[in-house]
């Protein structure tokens, strides 16, 4: 009974804490071995791969998984993906930083040409808009999904990710 209580008051805290909050704004892109989900508030961005391993035992898609719209979403060629992901880790490199969103956010020259690059590897994904959640962007938090769905069974597995959500952007 108590820990049906504390879940209780746990969940009723979390929603009353996500309410008061800024809005999320989520993007997604994927090719066929890997998935990301990109979360954004109040300048945390959480960030959720899956690989080709957790995939197909999520229904539906990473939105529908953590039932929040993508303001941006894409599936690309497995390649253009690679590239993507390499742009963002060289210009990391190049700032001497490990994070490639972090260095991103804290690059304080005009970057439109570098966004333009990987925005043609996208043809739907929209880089603009994703770059501009980086800009006021302090603290990314990178989760492999796998992990996170370790000991969660199917049926809790969509109530749970939101809640998990939740409390990962808090």
Aim: charge should be negative.
């Amino acid at each position: 009974m108590r820990a049906r209580c504390l879940v209780l008051v746990l969940t009723l805290f979390l929603f009353l804490v996500s309410c008061t909050d800024d809005e999320v704004d989520a993007f997604y892109i994927s090719c066929d071995q890997e998935a990301r989900a990109l979360f954004f508030r109040s300048g945390t961005l959480v960030e959720v791969v899956a690989g080709s391993d957790v995939l197909p035992r999520i229904e539906g898609t990473l939105e529908d998984l953590f039932g929040i719209q993508a303001a941006s979403g894409d599936t690309i060629p497995v390649a253009a993906y690679r590239q993507r992901l390499g742009y963002y880790e060289d210009l990391a490199w190049v700032m001497g930083l490990d994070d490639p969103y972090v260095a991103y956010a804290e690059d304080r020259r005009d970057l439109s040409a570098f966004i333009d690059t990987v925005d043609a590897l996208t043809p739907v994904f929209d880089e603009r808009l994703f770059a501009k959640s980086l800009e006021g962007m302090r603290r990314h938090y990178t989760y492999d999904l796998a992990e996170v769905l370790e000991h969660v069974s199917q049926d809790a597995l969509e109530s749970f990710m939101q809640l998990w959500l939740t409390s990962a952007l808090n």
